[in-house]
C-alpha cells in the first residue's frame, strides 16, 4: 500500500507539471485554433537559458529570465512566422508550427551537443520521509508552483480583459473582431503565456530525480500532448485533468512494470497514449472537449 501512495503521490506532482505543458497547448489553440506542434522547443528553449545563466546570476534571476526568454521565444513564433499566415488553413498552420519547431529544437540541441547541464534548483536530492513513503522535496515544489501558475492563469483568464478578450476570440473570432478584439494581441499573448508555463515545466523536468537538461528533455511535451487532447483541447479543466491522468497513469504503470512484464518493456511510456486513445474512442472530444455540432 505504501508503494502506492508514493507511486500517486509522484504521479500527481509530475501531473501537474504535464499540466502546465497541456495548458500551454489549450491556450494557443483557444486562441488561434491551432495545435501548436512547437511547443517543445519553447520548453526546450526557456530551460537552456535557465541553465546557461544560474551560475552567473543565481537560480531565480535565471529562472525569471527563463520564462521571459521562452515567452519571447513564442512570441516572436507568433508574430514572425504565424501572424503572417493568418487566415489560412489551420491544418496547414499546424504542419508550419512542426518546421518551426525543427528549426528551434535543432539550433538548441546543437548548443547543447551531449551536456547534461544542471538548472541550479535550490532543492538538490533533498527527500522528505513520511513513514514508508519518500517524495523528493522537488516533486513538493513541482505541485506548489503548478498549483499556484494554474491558479493564477485561470483568475486571469476569467477577471481580465485580456482572459475576457481570448474567451471571446474562442467563441467566435468574426464576432469578437467586429466588436473590437484585437486579436493579433490575444494571439501574441496567448504564445508568450504558453511559452512561460513551458519553461516553468521544463525547470520541474530536468530536477532531481532526473540529471538535467539534455537533448531528449523536448520529449516530455509529446508526454502532455496526451494530456491536452483525452481533456479537450479547447477546455482549461480539462487540461488540468488531463496531466493529472497522464502523470498518474505513466507513475503507476512504470512503477508496476515488473507485475506487467507480459505487455513488454516502456510500458510507463506507453501507457498515456493507451489511456488517450481509450478515452477518445468514448468521448472523440475528450472528456471536456466542446462538441461540435452540424446540421444535416
Known amino acids: 500500500m505504501s508503494t502506492f501512495a508514493e507511486l500517486l503521490l509522484n504521479g500527481i506532482s509530475m501531473g501537474s507539471v504535464y499540466a502546465l505543458i497541456a495548458l500551454g497547448f489549450v491556450v494557443i489553440f483557444r486562441a ?34 527563463g520564462i521571459a526568454g521562452a515567452a519571447l521565444v513564442g512570441a516572436a513564433v507568433e508574430f514572425l512566422v504565424m501572424r503572417r499566415a493568418r487566415g489560412g488553413d489551420h491544418s496547414v498552420l499546424a504542419i508550419v508550427t512542426i518546421g518551426v519547431d525543427i528549426l528551434l529544437t535543432t539550433e538548441l540541441t546543437r548548443r547543447l551537443g551531449t551536456d547534461v547541464l544542471a538548472l541550479g534548483d535550490p532543492w538538490g536530492d533533498a527527500v522528505l520521509t513520511l513513514g514508508p513513503i519518500s517524495l523528493a522535496h522537488t516533486r513538493i515544489a513541482a505541485f506548489v508552483a503548478a498549483a499556484l501558475l494554474i491558479t493564477a492563469f485561470l483568475l486571469a483568464f476569467r477577471h481580465t480583459s485580456w482572459g475576457v478578450a481570448m474567451r471571446a476570440a474562442a467563441e467566435s473570432t468574426e464576432t469578437a473582431a467586429l466588436m473590437g478584439v484585437r486579436l493579433g494581441r490575444v494571439s501574441l499573448g496567448a504564445w508568450a503565456v504558453a511559452g512561460g508555463l513551458a519553461a516553468v515545466a521544463a525547470l520541474f523536468l530536468t530536477v532531481f530525480p532526473t540529471p538535467g537538461l539534455e537533448r531528449a528533455t523536448s520529449l516530455a511535451a509529446l508526454k502532455a500532448f496526451p494530456a491536452a487532447i483525452l481533456g479537450g483541447l479547447d477546455s482549461t479543466t480539462g487540461a ?18 515488473s507485475d506487467l512484464a507480459f505487455m513488454g518493456r516502456g510500458l510507463g511510456d506507453l501507457a498515456p497514449y493507451l489511456v488517450m486513445v481509450v478515452i477518445l474512442l468514448v468521448r472523440p472530444s475528450g472528456l471536456f472537449g466542446t462538441k461540435e455540432l452540424a446540421r444535416v
Open 32 to 65: 488561434t485554433e491551432v495545435v501548436n506542434f512547437a511547443h517543445a522547443s519553447l520548453l526546450l528553449a526557456g530551460g537552456y537559458v535557465t541553465a546557461s545563466l544560474h551560475d552567473d546570476i543565481g537560480f531565480w534571476p535565471a529562472l525569471g529570465a
Open 240 to 257: 488540468l485533468v488531463g496531466g493529472l491522468v497522464v502523470g498518474v497513469t505513466e507513475s503507476l504503470a512504470t512503477g508496476y512494470q
